[in-house]
């Protein structure tokens, strides 16, 4: 048998004498690849750059989000307290007349005695 036809041979063959590249092409091929591999590599640092940004944004939202919650809580709990305190205040401010009110707060409208009423929150 002659060196080359056996199937098994896993060696480079070159092709044949019309059709092999020039030197010049196998360099421009290998800068091809180079420049590939570079911007490939490029390519996965900004996308774990990008991930890590995500990933801190994400753990602040999270903070600024527990913290506006809380805040809510503590809000929900002093509308609470102010309808409960508005709440006992009604009867006497009723029962006392329109001659007080206008001693200890002066009219600024027409209807100066106003009462407010403050919603009840649930959680």
Known sequence: MAQGSDSNDTSYKS????SRPSSSDDVKKVMRREKNRIAAQKSRMR????????HLESENLEKENAALRKEVKQLTEEAKYLSSVLSSHEPLCTSQG??????????LHSSYH??????HYQH
């Open 15 to 18: 092709p044949s004498p019309g």
């Open 47 to 54: 996308q774990t750059q990008k991930a890590d940004s995500l």
């Open 98 to 107: 329109a001659q007080t009110p206008e001693l200890l707060y002066p009219p």
């Open 114 to 119: 106003q009462h407010i009423a403050v919603p």
